[in-house]
């Protein structure tokens, strides 16, 4: 399976919101995940590395917590953006989301030899504030859950 | 600061279970995250990298979460093995736990040059269920909290 999001929220953020170990483009060592639209629904693939093992055969559950991570404020970045009437590739500058919370609920082992895909329903909480209810599949099972509370990034960090 | 757990929990998994990206002393690539008691309370001391930011000059939340999670499980395993009498260090094989679930506050950006201290308490909920509640230090600031519910391996994992 070679999944791909064409259109990816994270290709857009500014440089120097980009270089998140999980999502940013331009961090070398990163995860470089990478989250679209898919209909209503928003999706991330990722492929994990050799070395990304809970126990030999399957995945390390904090990186499935940071997949899970990543693809809510992404998910929440698409759909502000959405509401403000853009969608990625417009060439506007998508709103920056920090994670306030973050849960996981492991399902069962995951596959280490899959791809594995986020699948997230993004819910308005708040103007600043939304709910990601993320589903992570392997195959077609879900081997995890998860709900990420995400709020716009406070001026305050873009010093 | 060059704080150090002098008897982590991790160091006494068999072989086959301690390729843990996070905590596994076999993984190469991995955090080899290290847990021990400091009295009643557990701890796990980190250095991030500098590649795991999330902005430039702040901690990635999917790290603080791999911390979170692997400070767990390892509490929790510490726990048992006290209950049944051994200390890290004594040559007793220590339990293995699983992750369940995996709850993450993120409280205020972690600065990225600080060594972080997880401190964790450990709630024995059930025989093989553990619950561990954690703060994440960054100098004297709580910078995240979390809870992790921990239960033992079953021994489907192995094979």
């Avoid at 990163?30 to 990722?46: A, K, Q, S």
């Avoid at 590395?49 to 390390?60: D, L, M, N, W």
């Avoid at 969608?87 to 791809?115: N, Y």
Wanted: include cysteine; charge should be negative; glycine fraction near 10%.
């Amino acid at each position: 399976m070679t999944e791909n999001v064409k259109q990816a929220i994270q290709d857009e953020y500014p440089e120097d919101f980009a270089w998140c170990y999980g999502c940013g483009r331009m961090n070398k060592e990163g995860h470089h995940f990478r989250t679209g639209w898919d209909g209503e629904e928003t999706v991330t693939y990722y492929q994990p590395e050799s070395e990304h093992t809970a126990i030999p055969g399957f995945v390390y559950g904090g990186l499935i917590a940071s997949l899970i991570d990543c693809h809510g404020t992404g998910s929440a970045s698409l759909a502000l953006h959405r509401k403000n009437g853009f969608e990625p590739g417009s060439g506007e500058e998508p709103p920056r989301f920090v994670t306030a919370s973050l849960h996981v609920d492991f399902k069962k082992p995951t596959p280490q030899d899959t791809v594995l895909k986020a699948v997230g329903r993004v819910e308005e909480i708040h103007p600043k504030k939304f709910k990601v209810a993320v589903e992570v599949f392997a195959g077609d099972a879900v081997c995890a859950t998860g709900e990420v509370v995400a709020v716009v990034m406070p001026a305050s960090f873009a010093k």
